[in-house]
């Protein structure tokens, strides 16, 4: 037994000896290799920060050369003229020279911000070239050649035109308009400059050439709500010669609203039940079209603070040049000293298969200076009608 417990024991013993060298090197292969993916990982962290560094330096010279042509374009003169020769040839120069030329006027600008401020021109809302006709024999006005291009960036996913033919009219309100005619472009999709490939005919006589404007919008378009205009061109066709093709370039400016009519609403304060009721009573349109077997209606929306009541309609009327309504509508609002709200009235036009917006009038407590006023006289005159005229805009 003595002799079985001994061999054992050095059998233990030799395989103890074998295991230890077997384990440690294990032991050493896994340091080195740990060591290893940690200079490999130190190595691509110190080439991504080279990387880095490289590409700010390199956007900063970008923005500091971009800086230094707005300024060279603001101090020479608007967007859009023609560039002067010393310009012309500074903008062939090597990078040094242009360094040069910036430092320079650098230095001028500072010279002249004592005198007066240097103020940069906005950026454009883009460009619209189109060619009008018009033909005498036919009492027809042709517009083709619609494309536009410099728009910005949100604006090139899907864009179309609006065309309205307006007429100035004789009244006592002060640029009083009907529109004639009104037509919409096809939707171009994902382009920068769209070229829309339409072309619109408007009956237009020769006594009216000279009291019409054509006002073409340029929209963003979107289905699922609305559409956003983008810019604006007027033209006016009193110099407009028959038989001639007149090809125009104008730059988009910011979109104004027309006089189309007006109507009389009357706003009365109702504090104690916290409402206020709208009461529309009379309104004047201007459109010329044939309005037989037509009918309008009006819809008004209210809006306090950023909440909107559920809006309301009246009853159909047919479209006569003066349309008697005499409706009144309530709508809850909160207290008193919070009462600083917007009214909004849009009349439309309905057909079977369609509407047509006829104009719009807002009232409230931020409005133009009549509107206000309105607004002030029914906080004064509590549970009291006050009647007033407003502008009719599209």
Request: glycine share 4%.
């Amino acid at each position: 037994e003595e002799q079985d417990m001994t061999q054992k024991t050095s059998v233990m013993l030799d395989l103890h000896s074998l295991q230890m060298p077997f384990s440690n090197t294990w032991k050493y292969g896994i340091l080195a290799l740990a060591i290893l993916f940690l200079l490999v990982a130190l190595t691509i962290l110190t080439c991504q920060m080279c990387q880095l560094q490289k590409h700010n330096r390199t956007r900063n010279k970008k923005r500091c050369h971009s800086q230094g042509w707005v300024r060279i374009k603001a101090v020479n003169g608007t967007w859009g003229k023609k560039m002067p020769p010393l310009l012309h040839d500074a903008a062939k120069q090597s990078n040094a020279d242009i360094k040069a030329s910036t430092l320079t006027l650098g230095r001028m600008e500072d010279l002249s911000s004592t005198s007066s401020d240097l103020v940069l021109l906005p950026r454009s809302r883009g460009t619209l070239k189109f060619s009008l006709l018009y033909c005498r024999e036919r009492c027809e006005l042709l517009l083709t050649g619609l494309e536009a291009w410099g728009l910005p960036s949100r604006g090139c996913a899907e864009a179309a035109i609006r065309v309205r033919l307006l007429r100035q009219i004789p009244s006592h309100i002060p640029g009083l308009q009907c529109m004639v005619q009104e037509w919409q472009s096809r939707v171009v999709k994902n382009c920068c400059r769209p070229t829309f490939g339409d072309h619109f005919v408007f009956s237009l006589q020769d006594a009216e050439v000279e009291k019409s404007t054509l006002k073409l919008e340029v929209q963003r378009f979107d289905k699922y709500s609305r559409n956003a205009v983008l810019g604006e061109v007027r033209v006016t066709l009193n110099d407009l010669q028959a038989s001639q093709s007149l090809v125009l370039c104008k730059e988009l400016q910011k979109t104004t609203k027309d006089i189309v009519g007006e109507v009389l609403v009357s706003l009365k304060c109702l504090p104690i039940s916290q409402r206020i009721e709208v009461g529309l009573l009379k309104a004047k349109t201007t459109s010329p079209r044939s309005t037989a077997e037509k009918n309008v209606y009006a819809r008004i929306d209210v809006s306090c603070r950023r909440h909107r009541e559920k809006h309301q309609k009246s009853r159909p009327r047919a479209h006569t040049p003066l349309i008697i309504f005499n409706e009144t509508f309530l709508f809850h609002m909160p207290e008193p000293p919070a009462w600083d709200c917007t009214v909004l009235i849009s009349i439309y036009e309905v057909d079977s298969d369609s509407r047509h917006l006829i104009g719009q009038a807002t009232l409230g407590k931020r409005r133009a200076s009549e509107d206000a006023d309105h607004w002030g006289l029914m906080i004064k005159s509590i549970q009291q009608p006050v009647a007033k005229w407003h502008p009719l805009l599209i």
